[in-house]
């Protein structure tokens, strides 16, 4: 025990929450040790949300170079060099962002250490080292003893029985690291991810089965939205089958075999890969923190208050392994408002709303509550809708398809939620969170001047709606 280390603040993985939380700490003058098992800027940066939008962008460019005669221009066929792809995605965009993290550590003078943390105690832990030596290596055994840990381990993907993850059975990781684009993908569950690198393989010119468990893909956005949705899925070939039961796969080396299962009724598909998003698991179960006093409720999530702490005061929890929805700008707003609370400034996790981004086709956000969710909890509300079809930036993209609604309380129009699907809608949904995080109502955007023609009016429309004096409907 005396051998150990001492170190002021510890945080313990260098995701979106760690290196965050890392740098404001340093930034509020602590002294900072980052202890990380795999790659800086975690899953986000290195296989999920960065790369999995290059792709995505990708696709979007090869499916317009395909056809563009609506506008008058014709091409010769296209071809992708997907190998080409693939390198730019790594080497020009997370190779990019992972080094400007790394850089930013640097500067604000944290410790990195690569290694895998166990704690021992609520002040103590030992850390075993791991990987290629990029940064200081910890010999198996180093102990630290901490004054603050913040923990942000992040997820997992799930591994579901009669899919283990090998060779053409992939998890979201394999999704976007593929040699070549498939001519067959089957995708198991229709969620955030699922959905958007189905939509991404299409582009590109896969044929891409959805296998869904629920009734519907994306359970998490109205009906209305996700419509929209199905209505290109459909365009593209995707095939969308939904309240099938995944059953197993089954591979020759060349391919793999799905079967699933309707109404007991079992069916088969072949493909040339299966990757399987049903989710995510807490990085919890190894950590040690059975050896400590902190409390972890259901899914393995630690149990925190709105700085996020947890039951032990030095101990601090953020990102995918705390309650709430797993999004990588949650993890930052919680990082910040955690490294302010260990240097004792008044910072809170006291949001009305985060907003959430699926980039499909067309892209899909929501931010507080829905027209039923507030409902729910007996609020009265009205909501008041505009479709893109009525914006002449929308219609001159050639992307008229879906609206922007607003969701408002009955007696004052105060802002309580908005939901957008359309072009644009992951860039337009943080007027919106702005909106409802301030206490805004709909008079306070109708009489904000939005540009024209810009695919922001829409939003403006809609306020117009809610206050019934529409323009453009």
Same mark, same amino acid.
Not at 65 to 79: E, K, L, W
Not at 134 to 162: C, H, Y
Not at 426 to 435: K, M, N, Q, V
């Given at each position: 025990?005396?051998?150990?280390?001492?170190?002021?603040?510890?945080?313990?993985?260098?995701?979106?929450?760690?290196?965050?939380?890392?740098?404001?700490?340093?930034?509020?003058?602590?002294?900072?040790?980052?202890?990380?098992?795999?790659?800086?800027?975690?899953?986000?940066?290195?296989?999920?949300?960065?790369?999995?939008?290059?792709?995505?962008?990708?696709?979007?460019?090869?499916?317009?170079?395909?056809?563009?005669?609506?506008?008058?221009?014709?091409?010769?066929?296209?071809?992708?060099?997907?190998?080409?792809?693939?390198?730019?995605?790594?080497?020009?965009?997370?190779?990019? $962002?992972?080094?400007? =993290?790394?850089?930013?550590? *640097? %500067?604000?003078?944290? @410790? !990195? #250490?690569?290694?895998?943390?166990?704690?021992?105690?609520?002040?103590?832990?030992?850390?075993?080292?791991?990987?290629?030596?990029?940064?200081?290596?910890?010999?198996?055994?180093?102990?630290?003893?901490?004054?603050?840990?913040?923990?942000?381990?992040?997820?997992?993907?799930?591994?579901?029985?009669?899919?283990?993850?090998?060779?053409?059975?992939?998890?979201?990781?394999?999704?976007?690291?593929?040699?070549?684009?498939?001519?067959?993908?089957?995708?198991?569950?229709?969620?955030?991810?699922?959905?958007?690198?189905?939509?991404?393989?299409?582009?590109?010119?896969?044929?891409?089965?959805?296998?869904?468990?629920?009734?519907?893909?994306?359970?998490?956005?109205?009906?209305? $939205?996700?419509?929209? =949705?199905?209505?290109?899925? *459909? %365009?593209?070939?995707? @095939? !969308? #089958?939904?309240?099938?039961?995944?059953?197993?796969?089954?591979?020759?080396?060349?391919?793999?075999?799905?079967?699933?299962?309707?109404?007991?009724?079992?069916?088969?598909?072949?493909?040339?890969?299966?990757?399987?998003?049903?989710?995510?698991?807490?990085?919890?179960?190894?950590?040690?923190?059975?050896?400590?006093?902190?409390?972890?409720?259901?899914?393995?999530?630690?149990?925190?208050?709105?700085?996020?702490?947890?039951?032990?005061?030095?101990?601090?929890?953020?990102?995918?392994?705390?309650?709430?929805?797993?999004?990588?700008?949650?993890?930052?707003?919680?990082?910040?408002?955690?490294?302010?609370?260990?240097?004792?400034?008044?910072?809170?996790?006291?949001?009305?709303?985060?907003?959430? =981004?699926?980039?499909?086709?067309?892209?899909?956000?929501?931010?507080?509550?829905?027209?039923?969710?507030?409902?729910?909890?007996?609020?009265?509300?009205?909501?008041?809708?505009?479709?893109?079809?009525?914006?002449?930036?929308?219609?001159?993209?050639?992307?008229?398809?879906?609206?922007?609604?607003?969701?408002?309380?009955?007696?004052?129009?105060?802002?309580?939620?908005?939901?957008?699907?359309?072009?644009?809608?992951?860039?337009?949904?943080?007027?919106?969170?702005?909106?409802?995080?301030?206490?805004?109502?709909?008079?306070?955007?109708?009489?904000?001047?939005?540009?024209?023609?810009?695919?922001?009016?829409?939003?403006?429309?809609?306020?117009?709606?809610?206050?019934?004096?529409?323009?453009?409907?």
């Amino acid at each position: 025990m005396s051998d150990a280390e001492k170190r002021d603040t510890v945080i313990v993985g260098a995701g979106p929450g760690g290196y965050v939380a890392a740098i404001r700490a340093a930034e509020l003058g602590q002294s900072v040790t980052v202890i990380e098992k795999g790659n800086v800027g975690g899953v986000c940066l290195n296989v999920g949300c960065v790369p999995s939008k290059a792709l995505i962008n990708a696709g979007h460019r090869f499916k317009e170079a395909q056809d563009a005669s609506t506008f008058g221009i014709t091409t010769q066929a296209p071809s992708i060099d997907f190998s080409k792809t693939q390198e730019w995605k790594q080497k020009k965009v997370v190779d990019r $962002m992972t080094s400007g =993290v790394k850089m930013l550590l *640097k %500067k604000h003078k944290v @410790d !990195v #250490i690569e290694g895998e943390a166990v704690l021992d105690s609520n002040t103590q832990l030992r850390v075993v080292s791991t990987g290629p030596k990029q940064f200081m290596s910890a010999d198996d055994g180093l102990t630290i003893e901490f004054k603050n840990l913040i923990i942000a381990t992040g997820s997992r993907p799930v591994e579901i029985p009669g899919f283990e993850f090998k060779d053409r059975v992939i998890d979201s990781t394999g999704g976007l690291n593929l040699p070549e684009i498939p001519k067959e993908f089957v995708v198991i569950g229709g969620g955030y991810v699922g959905t958007e690198l189905a939509c991404a393989y299409a582009n590109l010119g896969a044929h891409v089965t959805i296998i869904e468990g629920t009734p519907s893909i994306l359970p998490n956005f109205d009906k209305d $939205m996700v419509k929209v =949705v199905l209505k290109q899925m *459909k %365009k593209n070939g995707i @095939d !969308v #089958i939904t309240s099938a039961m995944a059953k197993k796969a089954e591979q020759d080396g060349k391919s793999v075999t799905v079967t699933y299962a309707v109404d007991d009724k079992e069916s088969t598909i072949k493909a040339d890969y299966c990757m399987v998003t049903v989710g995510r698991k807490a990085n919890t179960d190894d950590l040690g923190l059975e050896m400590t006093d902190i409390k972890v409720g259901d899914h393995g999530l630690i149990e925190v208050d709105q700085q996020g702490r947890t039951s032990v005061p030095n101990i601090y929890a953020i990102g995918d392994i705390v309650p709430g929805p797993a999004l990588a700008h949650k993890a930052f707003f919680e990082a910040k408002t955690a490294a302010g609370a260990i240097s004792g400034k008044k910072t809170a996790n006291d949001w009305l709303g985060v907003p959430a =981004v699926c980039f499909a086709d067309p892209e899909l956000a929501t931010v507080g509550m829905t027209q039923s969710e507030a409902k729910d909890k007996g609020i009265e509300v009205n909501t008041a809708k505009f479709p893109f079809a009525g914006n002449a930036r929308a219609v001159s993209l050639d992307e008229p398809d879906g609206f922007v609604r607003l969701v408002t309380t009955k007696d004052e129009n105060n802002l309580v939620g908005a939901q957008v699907v359309g072009p644009g809608a992951s860039d337009l949904i943080a007027e919106l969170s702005l909106a409802v995080n301030s206490g805004m109502n709909a008079e306070d955007i109708a009489l904000t001047i939005h540009p024209h023609p810009t695919l922001s009016e829409p939003i403006q429309e809609a306020a117009d709606v809610a206050i019934g004096f529409p323009t453009h409907i």
